[in-house]
């Protein structure tokens, strides 16, 4: 733990320790968390914004309920960090997201507060409400509570669970932490006066009893009824979005001041008190607290190591120039690309910045499209676009498409229209861990009639690809996957095609072929140097096209050698080396095949290079690898 001294937070090791505190004490305890969250994360780097602003009701949400009894699911698992701190997990916190330390979202196996695993967003109502119906079932008594927010609200998931919620009608809490706006002082008065009156007993008892009289009234009575009815809903219309969350079927409260400790601690008392679905309307800062987060945008999400007090970063860099990051270079040729077209677009799902869109956005902002966290609505509405001649260019991280895949199938495969798939952070993405390792896309796109599957070797052929992909490989679906980082420094060239399914000989050898594929193209180029020092001839493939494979280089190939080894940085399952161990035993070649990627299991977090390492995918691993091979067939 941080050697500051704090007076609350020191004696606090899990929830009970909170609640054992006067309320009196919260507000002091809500600063302690912020201060030793910010005083934490700027020396170690990670998620940062979104947890600042939930700190308050983080508090609120451990002091009035007895967790780990009653399930706090936290949706967007980044905002979980003053979760962690009040759950045990302070003296740990500056491990988080560094390998075999905390991790960076919310998971189950480490623990027990830890309701719900919590990477991707908008679950957290879904979650909430099956443990709400296994309580049910099981005739055990709890509370539930989802925190939905940051964004996840724009998640399709996210109305289809408040939907199911208002026709089950059990006893749960969804509380919306909208950071996206602050709400004026004014508007806040007349919100802080619905909220006493919503979740005041005595006046639920007597606008019952007022419905209740008035029905035995005949016509009269029914006027009264439906007078009162517009009278409720128009003036919540007017000064809240309530009337949309109680036409789900939920009492609506707020919205009310999520950095009012005390005020959160009142509503949540009498909410828990409440029976069926209740909707709770939280209004907080992101970055609350933090002078540098409110101002710049880019403390709000992620930061690297900060001084605390200027914001300036202290990750040591050397003074030399850099190769472009992938993302950057795919945005700069969606930008060549509308200018040379006009029938080209390009779809985001809330990650601009993050995919490198935020380019053309700036220079072509009426062809951009933020959709916000909706994957599967960003698939299927490239596939509207395609099917009146315009070409989308969807750029997704590898594993948030994942969430698309029926619309991928269903709505663009099936009928043959020709939408670009850009896959950023394929392969290990590091820190973020399981949750955003791409590993599974080779499989999961694979296998879908009509794709081209692709992944370029260096930044000049991802420019190569995309522009092939938007020109020449027509009346399909394409997908281009691409690593997170920096490319490997080679000079950028005016766009040219490269030819359907062709791959090409890097280095040529006799002992061994070794088949590599995207990222793992330099790395295995480096093995090879290796490996010709220990004596061993490894003929190197750029296996640029995953689907189609080149089948007329394969045959050659199977026909010169004896042993091929496909090297991926995904899930061996399914993947390149699968396809290529296909091809081989439906052409009947003798030809061995070795597979090294990622086995059957998730990989946790740690940096890039450390999981590269560990799991033998970086060059040394790569030439230990088939060194290995090689000897144990020389042996036998």
Excluded at 218 to 233: C, F, H, P, T, V
Excluded at 297 to 302: F, G, I, Q, R, V
Aim: hydrophobic share 40%; aromatic share 8%; glycine share 10%.
């Amino acid at each position: 733990m941080d050697s500051h001294t704090y007076k609350y937070l020191d004696k606090i090791n899990s929830p009970y320790d909170l609640r054992k505190l006067p309320k009196t004490a919260l507000s002091d305890v809500s600063d302690e968390v912020r201060e030793f969250v910010v005083d934490t994360i700027t020396k170690t780097g990670g998620h940062f914004g979104a947890g600042l602003g939930v700190v308050e009701l983080t508090v609120a949400l451990h002091y009035v309920f007895n967790t780990p009894k009653d399930k706090i699911v936290l949706d967007t698992g980044h905002q979980g960090y003053p979760h962690k701190v009040l759950t045990g997990r302070k003296d740990l916190l500056h491990t988080i997201r560094t390998q075999g330390g905390l991790s960076g979202f919310l998971k189950r196996a480490e623990s027990e507060y830890d309701s719900f695993g919590a990477g991707h967003a908008s679950t957290s109502i879904s979650a909430a409400l099956g443990m709400a119906a296994a309580r049910d079932i099981n005739k055990d008594n709890y509370k539930v509570a989802a925190v939905i927010g940051d964004g996840a609200m724009t998640g399709g998931l996210a109305f289809e669970a408040l939907n199911n919620c208002g026709v089950q009608q059990r006893d749960i809490l969804v509380i919306m932490n909208d950071n996206n706006f602050s709400i004026a002082p004014n508007v806040s008065a007349v919100s802080n006066y619905f909220n006493d009156v919503y979740t005041s007993q005595t006046v639920n008892r007597l606008r019952d009893n007022i419905w209740n009289f008035a029905g035995k009234l005949d016509n009269i009575g029914d006027r009264i009824r439906r007078a009162a009815s517009k009278l409720e809903d128009g003036v919540k219309a007017i000064v809240t979005p309530g009337v949309l969350f109680e036409a789900f079927g939920f009492n609506y409260i707020g919205p009310i001041n999520g950095h009012n400790i005390q005020k959160l601690v009142k509503i949540l008392e009498s909410v828990k008190e409440l029976s069926g679905p209740v909707f709770l309307h939280v209004i907080t800062k992101k970055g609350y607290g933090y002078k540098h987060a409110t101002v710049e945008k880019k403390y709000l999400h992620a930061i690297g190591k900060i001084d605390k007090i200027t914001g300036k970063s202290l990750d040591k860099k050397p003074n030399v120039p850099k190769p472009p990051k992938y993302q950057d270079v795919f945005g700069e040729a969606v930008v060549d690309i509308f200018n040379q077209t006009k029938n080209t677009v390009a779809i985001t799902a809330a990650m601009p910045g993050g995919t490198g869109l935020n380019i053309p956005q700036e220079t072509h902002p009426d062809r951009v499209h933020d959709v916000g966290i909706a994957e599967g609505h960003a698939v299927t509405f490239a596939a509207g676009l395609a099917t009146e001649g315009v070409v989308p260019i969807v750029a997704i991280y590898s594993t948030f498409l994942q969430r698309a895949y029926d619309h991928i199938i269903h709505d663009i495969a099936i009928q043959k229209l020709h939408v670009v798939f850009a896959l950023d952070r394929a392969g290990l993405v590091g820190a973020d861990g399981p949750t955003h390792h791409g590993v599974m896309d080779l499989s999961y796109l694979r296998n879908i009639p009509t794709m081209v599957l692709m992944a370029p070797k260096d930044e000049q052929e991802l420019r190569d690809m995309l522009w092939s992909a938007v020109h020449i490989y027509k009346g399909r679906p394409v997908a281009i996957r691409f690593p997170r980082g920096e490319g490997i420094g080679v000079p950028i060239q005016p766009m040219k095609e490269i030819k359907l399914g062709s791959w090409e000989v890097l280095e040529e050898g006799s002992d061994v072929a070794i088949l590599a594929t995207g990222k793992m193209v330099d790395n295995a180029a480096k093995a090879v140097d290796k490996l010709n020092t220990l004596g061993i001839s490894a003929e190197l493939v750029n296996a640029r096209f995953i689907k189609p494979l080149d089948e007329e280089m394969l045959k050659s190939i199977c026909n010169r050698f004896d042993r091929i080894i496909t090297v991926e940085d995904g899930q061996i399952s399914g993947g390149f080396g699968s396809a290529v161990s296909e091809f081989i035993t439906s052409n009947g070649f003798s030809t061995k095949l070795t597979m090294h990627g990622i086995e059957d299991g998730f990989v946790e977090h740690g940096t890039q290079e450390q999981l590269h390492h560990d799991l033998k995918l970086d060059s040394d691993g790569i030439a230990e690898f088939v060194k290995n091979i090689l000897v144990k067939e020389q042996i036998s």
